[in-house]
């Protein structure tokens, strides 16, 4: 299955088991095995729970301030399977003074960053 499939059925799969729109995915044009997937702060914990089955491993978790928006900040998470080549990229905003559940009893790796 193509990376891009292979997304994009993650991508379906999270949006019918959460019942929501406010899942999207964004291929990336530049990196093919670097797609956005862009998740409300509410489901942060429930998405990534499902994404450990295909991404074993998070690489980073970083924040970016963007100070024009009224949801200033993203904070990102970069997951990765190394068997099958794969990584996904899943970004949450969030507003000034939001706060995002601790993914860390999933991905224990998180807390190291």
């Not at 797609?35 to 491993?57: A, G, M, R």
Request: proline share 6%.
């Amino acid at each position: 299955m193509s990376k891009e499939l292979f997304s994009s059925k993650i991508a379906q799969s999270l949006q019918d088991k959460f019942s929501t729109e406010e899942i999207k995915l964004d291929p990336s044009g530049i990196h093919k095995d670097e797609d956005v997937l862009s998740v409300p702060p509410s489901l942060i914990k429930e998405v990534v729970s499902e994404l450990l089955l295909e991404y074993p491993f998070i690489m980073d978790i970083c924040g970016v301030d963007y100070p024009s928006r009224k949801a200033r900040f993203d904070v990102v998470y970069h997951f990765a399977n190394p068997e099958k080549k794969r990584r996904l990229r899943l970004k949450v905003k969030l507003e000034e003074n939001q706060e995002i559940a601790s993914v860390v009893d999933i991905y224990p790796g998180g807390d190291w960053f």
